[in-house]
């Protein structure tokens, strides 16, 4: 008789998993909520039954299954930790967001207001760009409150370039959106 007929996880394997995320489901909150957890522990034993009706080991009971189930569990929950250790959720990526009607990736101006981090690694590589395109980004990265619901709109309607004019107080001629982007390609 096949494993996966003969033992399941709802019962004392789901609760002990529900128990196990309880005490730790901070170490990987950041790459996935409560129930994918749940799913991905359900797939562990799927995957764990399968291993073991494939290499034809014997399974005495089920406290021996339980046995095998927390070692294989616990292995792949550190997998999962340093997963979430090594995420770095980068101040920036919070700061966009996607619109259903369009493509464009636009400021979201919630986010945005007040934000403050340390952006240490960014500072650095912020200093290393030069003239015109620095002073876009400053502005871009600091754009001051009054101004971020026109930097929102100047976005959207595709006239960003005369909003970066205006407020760094450069004459409306100058391309400053494409030399920020032939910064960018250029390297």
């Known amino acids: 008789m096949s494993y996966i007929k003969r033992f399941s996880f709802e019962g004392p394997?789901?609760?002990?998993?529900h128990n196990f995320l309880a005490h730790n489901?901070?170490?990987i909150k950041n790459i996935m909520d409560y129930e994918d957890a749940l799913q991905e522990a359900r797939f562990l034993f799927c995957i764990l039954l399968k291993r073991l009706e494939k290499s034809k080991s014997f399974v005495e009971n089920d406290a021996h299954?339980?046995?095998?189930?927390?070692t294989a569990w616990g292995r792949?929950?550190?997998?999962?930790?340093?997963?979430?250790?090594k995420y770095k959720e980068t101040p920036f990526t919070n700061l966009i967001s996607e619109e259903s009607d369009n493509s464009d990736w636009v400021l979201n101006e919630a986010e945005l207001a007040g934000f403050d981090i340390n952006s240490g690694?960014?500072?650095c590589l912020l200093s290393k760009v030069s003239g015109e395109v620095r002073e876009v980004l400053?502005?871009?990265?600091?754009?001051?409150?009054?101004?971020?619901?026109?930097?929102?709109e100047a976005y959207r309607g595709k006239n960003m370039n005369s909003f970066l004019c205006k407020a760094l107080g450069k004459p409306s001629?100058?391309?400053?959106?494409?030399?920020?982007k032939q910064?960018?390609?250029?390297?």
């Open 25 to 27: 489901f901070w170490k």
């Open 76 to 85: 792949y929950f550190i997998t999962l930790s340093n997963k979430n250790t």
């Open 65 to 70: 299954l339980m046995s095998l189930f927390k």
């Open 138 to 152: 400053c502005l871009l990265i600091n754009v001051p409150q009054h101004l971020l619901k026109e930097a929102e």
């Open 173 to 180: 001629g100058v391309d400053l959106v494409g030399k920020v």
């Open 13 to 17: 394997i789901e609760g002990y998993v």
């Open 121 to 123: 690694y960014f500072e």
């Open 183 to 187: 910064y960018f390609l250029s390297d």
